[in-house]
Structures are given as C-alpha cells and as structure tokens.
T-cell receptor, first 115, second 111 residues
Framework: DQQVKQNSPSLSVQEGRISILNCDYTNSMFDYFLWYKKYPAEGPTFLISISSIKDKNEDGRFTVFLNKSAKHLSLHIVPSQPGDSAVYFC??????????????FGKGTHLIIQP | SQTIHQWPATLVQPVGSPLSLECTVEGTSNPNLYWYRQAAGRGLQLLFYSVGIGQISSEVPQNLSASRPQDRQFILSSKKLLLSDSGFYLCAIGGLEGGYTFGSGTRLTVV
C-alpha cells in the first residue's frame, strides 16, 4: 500500500512557464513533507519542506502548498528553467523530531523543461 | 557540515556473488543512518535504518543485510546477489525534522 503517491511519472513544461508537481498521501499521521530533486546517477538533494501547521512555504522560485483536508501537496516552480529538469520526489514523515523510522517517498515525477 | 562518502559509484556483479557497499559520514556524531534503494518504477525504498552502533532495523525482507560497526560507518551486504538486487543504492543521514542528506549513490548491476 503506497502511502505517498505521485501519479504523474513525467511532466513536460516549457521554459519560463510554471511547473506544478503533485503529491497525495494517505497516512493522516504524516506531519512533515519534503521535496527532493534528483539528477541521474546522483543522490537526491533537499529542495523545500513544509510542516503540517502551515499551508504554504516559499523559497525563491519554489513554493510548496499543503492541503491537509485533501491530503495533497504540490510543488510550484516559477519560472521553470532548463536546470530544473530532474526527477522530483515527494516525501513524508510522521515524526517531526527526525523520525528514525525514515521518510516515506513517492515514486517520483520526471520533470522535463522544454526550451 | 555533514558529508557522506559512498563507494563505489558503480558496480557490476554476477548473480550469486557477495556484496559490500560502504558509507561513512563526517561532521556529525551519533547520526541516524539509512540505506535506500531506487529501482526502476519503484521510487525510493527504505531498506535499513540505524540509530546507533550495532542497531539495525530492516524495513523490507530480502537477502540484503546491514551493519554499523562504528558510529559513522554503515555497510550494506549480501552473501549471494540476485538479479532483482540491481538498483541505485543510497546512504543517507537523518537530519532535523525528518530531512535527509543523501550520499552520491552506488549503481549496482547484477548480471
């Protein structure tokens, strides 16, 4: 049973436009959410996070929105740039103190930025 | 700052051969350490985590094992590799509020 779902395996967006990556979760105990970016043959790098007490967090071109009632979060990238082409993983934690039992990841969405 | 060293970067092993992947960390003490695997169409799957020396928890039953002989060393092993063990293996340090720092990964191909 997949607790974190990224239903779009890939997404193609034109350079300069907005990229919206979606993530749904089923476990109501999740209270902290993260987005990671991954290039081929490299480890994922942390991008942005949000606590369940917030509904929005912004960092430069990246904004994460959380809708707890819908158990849905999204990552917005504006404007999209060629270097944003990567696989994006949504992740969730049910222990905001750095739960030792690990993050739960989605399967990832491959974002392709078209010139 | 925390750093993770993972090696080798790539590895091609025959079916039935043993495996040993090593991960060492710097810039932190008593970290929570994790082994993840990225396999085609499977996303990132937690394999093992460790909260201290000699303490290993397994998330997925399989023919892999993990050990933590020292505070900043985490080892992933197998006695006999299967084709299904192919994938991209990632070591990670647990951080504040559940965030991780990942190593650069090892691409394992079992042939």
């Amino acid at each position: 049973d997949q607790q974190v779902k990224q239903n779009s395996p890939s997404l193609s967006v034109q350079e300069g436009r907005i990229s919206i990556l979606n993530c749904d979760y089923t476990n109501s105990m999740f209270d902290y959410f993260l987005w990671y970016k991954k290039y081929p043959a490299e480890g994922p790098t942390f991008l942005i996070s949000i606590s369940s007490i917030k509904d929005k967090n912004e960092d430069g071109r990246f904004t994460v929105f959380l809708n707890k009632s819908a158990k849905h979060l999204s990552l917005h990238i504006v404007p999209s740039q060629p270097g944003d082409s990567a696989v994006y993983f949504c992740a969730a934690s049910d222990g905001s103190g750095g739960g030792a039992d690990g993050l739960t990841f989605g399967k990832g969405t491959h974002l392709i930025i078209q010139p | 700052s925390q750093t993770i060293h993972q090696w080798p970067a790539t590895l091609v092993q025959p079916v039935g051969s043993p495996l040993s992947l090593e991960c060492t960390v710097e810039g932190t003490s008593n970290p929570n350490l994790y082994w993840y695997r990225q396999a085609a169409g499977r996303g990132l799957q937690l394999l093992f985590y460790s909260v201290g020396i000699g303490q290993i928890s397994s998330e997925v039953p399989q023919n892999l094992s993990a050990s933590r002989p020292q505070d900043r060393q985490f080892i992933l092993s197998s006695k006999k590799l299967l084709l299904s063990d192919s994938g991209f293996y990632l070591c990670a340090i647990g951080g504040l509020e559940g965030g991780y720092t990942f190593g650069s990964g090892t691409r394992l191909t079992v042939v």
